[in-house]
């Protein structure tokens, strides 16, 4: 696992596009995982923006999202095929028959869930998963306990990750699915490479023990430390209660892989 420290959000956020974008540019049937919630707004604005200025090119590219809620249809504007819609496919040329979300409204979740591992081996892997980080430490909706070998199936969410998405359906958790399929903690850490995003205060004390802590399943995205080549970006605030920050830094301003990023920070 590699930490990169960076100054601002907004910084943590262009390098994460950054790394995205290189990567499309180099294969162009890129499979690419998406992650949705508040973090990844702002990575869906850059790849937007490389998309028509840089003519960064997403049609032969296939996107998996880590998730949807049980119940909603795709056409209600708290589903996560709708995130998607609108912070990223309606901006982008994705070919929408190669986007895929799993279905919540399937008669049978079982059977969908069987059918997105499927989908995801038919395309040979995840190239590149985004994550974000759950309040909870959750990736995915892989709440507390989810099993680290646990593969797409659906879950239900606890009291905190209600509350915290409680305000994408206008704060009414009466509102909201109690139910999300999910990929499981086994099938993200197939993807080749893992990015994690996390930015703000409020996920300073998660990001800790997520990164540096046990590896547990009370913290899901703590299985991230297995994974072969997994690069976790955050912004300063995030970082506060890492313990490495100093090597992490030394990383960034001297890891040659790091060199064409380094010059481009906004601050
Ligand atoms: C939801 C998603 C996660 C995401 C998390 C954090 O729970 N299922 O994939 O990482 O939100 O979202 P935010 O960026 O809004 O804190």
């Given at each position: ?6 100054p ?16 499309l ?21 850059e ?9 960064l090119?997403?049609s032969?590219?296939h ?37 895929h ?28 998963q ?6 909870d ?50 099938t993200?850490?197939e ?10 205060d ?22 991230l ?43």
């Open positions: 696992m590699e930490v990169i420290i960076r601002t959000k907004r910084d943590a956020i262009r390098l994460a596009a950054q790394l995205i974008g290189k990567e540019k180099s294969k162009p049937h890129f499979v690419l995982g998406l992650a949705t919630g508040a973090t990844m707004a702002g990575v869906y604005d790849l937007a923006r490389q998309h028509r200025e840089e003519h090119d997403f032969r590219c996107t998996f999202n880590l998730d949807e809620y049980v119940g909603l249809p795709p056409d209600s504007p708290y589903s996560y095929h709708a995130y998607m819609h609108r912070h990223l496919f309606s901006r982008v040329n994705l070919a929408p028959a190669n986007t979300l799993p279905d919540g409204m399937a008669a049978d979740l079982k059977a969908e869930c069987a059918h997105y591992e499927q989908l995801i081996r038919q395309v040979g892997g995840v190239d590149l985004l994550l974000g980080l759950g309040r430490g959750h990736i995915g909706f892989n709440e507390p306990l989810s099993a680290l070998r646990s593969r797409t199936r659906a879950k239900a969410l606890t009291p905190s990750t209600l509350a915290a998405n409680a305000p994408y359906f206008g704060g009414d958790v009466a509102k909201m699915p109690r139910r999300a399929i999910t990929m499981g903690v086994g993200i850490l993807a080749h490479r893992c990015l994690m995003l996390v930015t703000g409020s996920k300073a004390a998660i990001l800790a023990r997520a990164v540096e802590g046990p590896i547990t399943s009370m913290v899901t995205a703590s299985a430390q297995l994974h072969p080549h997994c690069q976790v970006v955050v912004d300063e605030e995030a970082a506060v209660n890492l313990q490495g920050q100093a090597y992490y830094r030394w990383i960034f301003e001297n890891e040659p892989e790091w060199a064409p990023y380094r010059a481009d920070a906004e601050v």
